[in-house]
């Protein structure tokens, strides 16, 4: 079982270029090691190259699972999350939110 810890504060900090060979390393040993293998990471982009990984069938769908504040995510065969609970893997999401309103709040002022 893989089991991904998401704690955008916490975790541990991939670099974009590096998280498919993060991914790689992570889904080669659950294929040669029987046991739980557990990671905590502080990005979002990790967790959706997790997400392929099961839509490419590369990782069995009840061979992962995310946990966010104690609660297990578990993942879908076709990659969706069976929930996403507030402030899971958000922080790009609110940044792009508040870009928007801002620039919504700059037009109306001129």
């Known amino acids: 079982m893989l089991t991904i810890i998401y704690d955008a504060e916490k975790?541990?900090?991939i670099p974009d270029g590096l998280t498919k060979k993060y991914v790689d390393r992570f889904v080669?040993?659950?294929?040669?090691?029987?046991a739980n293998l557990?990671?905590?990471v502080s990005s979002s982009l990790v967790v959706d190259e997790f997400r392929l990984r099961v839509v490419r069938g590369e990782i069995h769908p009840k061979a992962i699972k995310f946990v966010f504040e104690g609660k297990d995510i578990w993942v879908e065969d076709d990659g969706r999350l069976a929930s996403w609970p507030l402030g899971f893997c958000d922080h790009?999401?609110?940044?792009?939110?508040?870009?928007a309103q801002a620039k919504r709040e700059r037009n109306k002022a001129l």
């Open 38 to 40: 557990v990671t905590t």
């Open 28 to 34: 080669l040993q659950a294929k040669d090691l029987p």
């Open 92 to 99: 790009v999401s609110n940044t792009l939110r508040e870009i």
């Open 11 to 13: 975790g541990e900090a």
